[in-house]
T-cell receptor, first 116, second 115 residues
Framework: EPEVTQTPSHQVTQMGQEVILRCVPI?????FYWYRQILGQKVEFLVSFYNNEISEKSEIFDDQFSVERPDGSNFTLKIRSTKLEDSAMYFC??????????????FGSGTRLTVV | GENVEQHPSTLSVQEGDSAVIKCTYS??????FPWYKQELGKGPQLIID?????GEKKDQRIAVTLNKTAKHFSLHITETQPEDSAVYFC??????????????FGQGTTLQVKP
C-alpha cells in the first residue's frame, strides 16, 4: 500500500535555529498538507498546498514557516527560527481529491521536533 | 470559526463490548468526515470515512453514522478487541473550493479495551 514518508523521525534543534522537515507524498496525489500535534493535544492544521502554491494556511503558520515542493516528489516544511513552543510532532499528509470526491488523506508517521 | 468537538475523552470497555465515540461540527458546509486511529508514536491512520450525501457506512466491526441536521457523527465499534486500544480522532473537512480540503480534528478519544 502506498505510504507517505517523513524524515527525520526525530529532530532536536537549538532555539533560533532553522529546521527543514521532509516528506515524500504518495506519487499521484495532488493535495499536500502539514499538520502538527503538541503532546497530548489534537492534531492541528498548518497549511495546504495545491498546484504548486499554498491554498490555505492557519494562524499558526506565520512568517517563520514556509513550504516548498522543490522537485515534484518532495514536500518540505521549513521553520526559520525555531521557538520552544514549536516542539511538537509534525505530520505530512496527502490526498488525491478533496471533499465529496475524497478517498481519504494519508498521513506520514511524523517527525518529532524538540526545540531546546 | 470551524470547530469539532469529540466525546468522551477516554473510554474503557470490556473485550467484546461495543464502543461509541461522538463528534459534533460547527460548519454546516462540512461534507467529508473521516475517522482516524492513532497508535503510540505513529501517524493517524484512516479507518473509515463518510461523506455528507450518505447517512451511514459500515465496514466489518466499524460503522459511522452522520446526522447532518444535528451536525453530529458517531463511530461505532462492535465486538471490541484489545488491539482496538488506541486514540481515535474524528475530523471534518470543508471543500467549498477544490484546492483546500483541510481537516479539522476533534480532541481525540483514548479507547482502552480490557481483556
Amino acid at each position: 500500500e502506498p505510504e507517505v514518508t517523513q524524515t527525520p523521525s526525530h529532530q532536536v534543534t537549538q532555539m533560533g535555529q532553522e529546521v527543514i522537515l521532509r516528506c515524500v507524498p504518495i506519487s499521484n496525489h495532488l493535495y499536500f498538507y502539514w499538520y502538527r500535534q503538541i503532546l497530548g493535544q489534537k492534531v492541528e492544521f498548518l497549511v495546504s498546498f495545491y498546484n504548486n502554491e499554498i491554498s490555505e494556511k492557519s494562524e499558526i503558520f506565520d512568517d517563520q514557516f514556509s513550504v516548498e515542493r522543490p522537485d515534484g516528489s518532495n514536500f518540505t516544511l521549513k521553520i526559520r527560527s525555531t521557538k520552544l513552543e514549536d516542539s511538537a510532532m509534525y505530520f505530512c499528509a496527502s490526498s488525491l481529491r478533496t471533499g465529496l470526491l475524497s478517498y481519504g488523506y494519508t498521513f506520514g508517521s511524523g517527525t518529532r521536533l524538540t526545540v531546546v | 470559526g470551524e470547530n469539532v468537538e469529540q466525546h468522551p475523552s477516554t473510554l474503557s470497555v470490556q473485550e467484546g463490548d461495543s464502543a461509541v465515540i461522538k463528534c459534533t461540527y460547527s460548519d454546516s458546509a462540512s461534507n467529508y468526515f473521516p475517522w482516524y486511529k492513532q497508535e503510540l508514536g505513529k501517524g493517524p491512520q484512516l479507518i473509515i470515512d463518510i461523506r455528507s450525501n450518505v447517512g451511514e457506512k459500515k465496514d466489518q466491526r466499524i460503522a459511522v453514522t452522520l446526522n447532518k441536521t444535528a451536525k453530529h457523527f458517531s463511530l461505532h465499534i462492535t465486538e471490541t478487541q484489545p488491539e482496538d486500544s488506541a486514540v481515535y480522532f474524528c475530523a471534518a473537512s470543508i471543500s467549498l473550493s477544490s484546492n483546500t480540503g483541510k481537516l479539522i480534528f476533534g480532541q481525540g478519544t483514548t479507547l482502552q479495551v480490557k481483556p
